[in-house]
């Protein structure tokens, strides 16, 4: 999702320390990060979103048990 900070939000669990890269010049969605053609809801994409980005920082942070 062309973020940086990623180590150091994940770490602390603050999705707020997530940066977007300098430069990536990305809007809410793009094809290089979060589309692709099979998506029918683009207008629901968000890569700016705080839920989004607070969701996949858990997903980040959990653990799989077997």
Sequence with gaps: ??????DAAT???DPSL????QGAQCV???YRC???YYNS??????RTNDDA???LLRM????VDP
Excluded: F, Q, T, Y
Aim: charged letters at 40%; glycine letters at 4%.
């Design 11 to 13: 770490a602390s669990r």
């Design 34 to 36: 979060l589309l692709s």
């Design 41 to 46: 809801r683009h207008e629901l994409i968000d």
């Design 18 to 21: 997530l940066r977007d890269k």
């Design 53 to 55: 980005r607070r969701l």
């Design 28 to 30: 809410k969605g793009c």
């Design 60 to 63: 980040v942070c959990s653990a």
């Design 1 to 6: 999702m062309h973020l940086e900070d990623i």
